[in-house]
Structure formats: structure tokens, C-alpha cells
Nanobody, 122 residues
Framework: QVQLQETGPGLVIPEQTLSLTCTISGTSITTSLSAWSWVRQSPGKGMEWLGVLTYDGDTYYSPPLKSRTSFSKDPSKSQFTLQLNSVTPEDTAVYYC??????????????WGQGTLVTVSS
């Protein structure tokens, strides 16, 4: 059974860097054709896709956040991480890691972690 678990600080100070880790169990982060996204939901707003990391290390970021976002992975720990720089209170959200698949060019968010709330406040 594949499971995803997000961890990280619940509070981040404005202008600092938000760092979250997703730990994957039940499969390998490098399984051929696998991909892993970060998605967030802000209070009162819809879901926002931040980007995706593929099994072979390629990354694709949402254009509005591209300049502040960075993904990385540690296959030995079956983890991938999100770094979001220069955060503001508008980055307050529940952050999810999501197993992702692409079929005929369409992105499917297949399996979600439980999410972790990050609040940006001084």
C-alpha cells in the first residue's frame, strides 16, 4: 500500500524559506514513470498546483511560483522536498504531496498525503 506523509514546521516567519518533506512508503520514488507533485490549499481558496518532480529528476514548476520554488529528492530515504523562498502570509496553506500520473498529456493527481498546515506569520 502506497502512502505519502508530509512533515515540516507549522509556522514560518515572513521572508524566510518554507521547507517541507514528503516521505513515501510502499513504492520507490524512482519507480519508472512515477511523478510527485506538491499542491496547496489556502484558506478560502481553491487548490493550487505548485509543480512536479519526475522519477528521473526532471522538475516542472507552476509559472507564478517558479522563481521561488525548488524541489529535490533523496531516493535513499524515499523522500522529496519542497522549498518555497521569501514566503508571505499569502503562502499560508495546507500543503499536500501527491503521486501524479500523466496519460495522453493530462495530469492526474492520484494519491494524496494527509496534508500539513503551514502558517506564515511573524
Amino acid at each position: 500500500q502506497v502512502q505519502l506523509q508530509e512533515t515540516g514546521p507549522g509556522l514560518v516567519i515572513p521572508e524566510q524559506t518554507l521547507s517541507l518533506t514528503c516521505t513515501i512508503s510502499g513504492t520507490s520514488i524512482t519507480t519508472s514513470l512515477s511523478a510527485w507533485s506538491w499542491v496547496r490549499q489556502s484558506p478560502g481558496k481553491g487548490m493550487e498546483w505548485l509543480g512536479v518532480l519526475t522519477y528521473d529528476g526532471d522538475t516542472y514548476y507552476s509559472p507564478p511560483l517558479k522563481s521561488r520554488t525548488s524541489f529535490s529528492k533523496d531516493p535513499s530515504k524515499s523522500q522529496f522536498t519542497l522549498q518555497l523562498n521569501s514566503v508571505t502570509p499569502e503562502d499560508t496553506a495546507v500543503y499536500y504531496c501527491v503521486r501524479t500520473a500523466y496519460y495522453s498529456g493530462i495530469r492526474y493527481l492520484e494519491l494524496w498525503g494527509q496534508g500539513t498546515l503551514v502558517t506564515v506569520s511573524s
